[in-house]
């Protein structure tokens, strides 16, 4: 069986879509938007609209939807919650569609759009995640969001853990120095992730404004079998 | 004494030259352009002028200058050699000024070209440079060249190298993820620096083109104590 090629982008700056067009494209954004919309799943949302522009999420606010937006960690006025994955509770997500919109993670779902398919990865679905591209049989570039298109560390480490468990799988090649390196890097974070996660710059950011309580629980692995795939414009669960 | 800030950037495409105007920015090519530039100096050279484009460097070797040209690692037709670091003799450059145009690094240079103050690095340098930049008393960025834009390892590892030296300094601070990736690689290479440097890309692209005999130098440190910094457009040695 030929392997596929495993590749890694650290900033969507660094995002050559050309690229990438037959590649399945993994949108990584650990605190918070990918592990929010991984929750939103896990808690029965049927769908979630990414919408880049503030006023395009406003317009559907108006509209009667359900909206989630925030500009850096903090909540947009007209919203019903921000991208903490503790809003998206079953009480309040099920049997529902979500407009998400958010300071790095929906704007690059957008820039993914050329891509043969883009999915959301986080450490909470990252067991089913990485068996269902396994069963899928293509190459798989895992998109960093960084932060203000900067390399961040907590994407990074993420990146390195699915990088891991596909590489071990020996159905993929790598010749990529960012999927090397984030392994190495997995590799130094994984006996005690927190611990880890400590030194990012985004920790101390939200810790600043109070929004660190999620980020134990961004850290959980296979909190949820749900693959947010997504399809028309729309993310839905494949699973 | 107030701290100053470190920071690293992982490729020219993620560089925001408006942040830097009052940093030095060391911009870090280790295979092969730094390395062959502080190689230069160190064997005698009087000054590099660094040309982004090739039709330039013609240009220059039509008007008598020494020129070093070189793209994807293979050296122009009208150039005396390439980036090799083992071209830049005694013999050939002592009390010369060398036209200098490779594929990633001189381009770089135009780029930091509004810093503060614009010098190379490598590990044949390293001891020199990072005492040097502690006197300085400044703002430092770590510029990597990458690859084509893209994040590499052996420039990571060597800023990583620099970035733990200066902050053992306990004269500077960082906020900035990744500085503490770099240094983190920095950490599982040193044991081994040639041999964790074989899975760099870039190695396997020298080698596949039989350029691959000057690693083992590159990776040498404390080779010269010559600091190549820019002055009015051209590289001259501080030190």
């Known amino acids: 069986m030929t392997k596929r090629k495993l590749e ?7 995002y050559e879509a050309e690229g990438h067009t037959n590649s399945i494209v993994v949108i990584i ?12 799943f896990a808690n029965g949302a049927v769908s979630i609209i990414p919408v880049p522009e503030v006023a395009e999420a406003r317009d559907y606010k108006s509209k009667g939807y359900l909206v989630a937006a925030e500009r850096n960690g903090f909540v947009l006025d007209f919203a019903d919650f921000g991208n903490s994955p503790f809003n998206f509770t079953k009480e309040k997500v099920s049997g529902k ?3 998400f919109s958010t300071t790095n993670g929906t704007g690059i779902i957008k820039l993914a759009s050329s891509a043969f398919m883009t999915v959301i990865g986080s450490f909470l679905n990252i067991g089913a995640l990485t068996k269902w591209l396994i069963k899928q ?13 900067r390399f961040n560390i907590e994407d990074t480490v993420c990146a390195g853990a699915i990088a891991d468990i596909l590489m ?9 120095d960012s999927t090397s390196a984030s392994i190495d890097l997995w590799s130094l974070a994984s006996p005690d992730l927190p611990g880890y996660i400590e030194k990012a710059a985004q920790r101390t950011r939200l810790r600043d404004k109070n929004l660190d309580d999620c980020i134990k629980f961004c850290l959980t692995p296979d909190f949820t079998d749900k693959i947010p795939v ?9 699973i």
């Open 168 to 176: 071990r799988s020996n159905r993929y090649t790598t010749n990529c």
């Open 29 to 40: 954004d650990i605190l918070r938007a990918s592990s929010a919309i991984c929750t939103a």
């Open 97 to 99: 569609t979500i407009v």
């Open 137 to 149: 049989d293509k190459d798989v570039l895992l998109l960093c969001a960084g932060w203000k298109k």
């Open 8 to 14: 890694t982008c650290f900033s969507p700056a660094l």
């Open 230 to 238: 997504m399809k028309n414009g729309v993310l839905v669960a494949d």
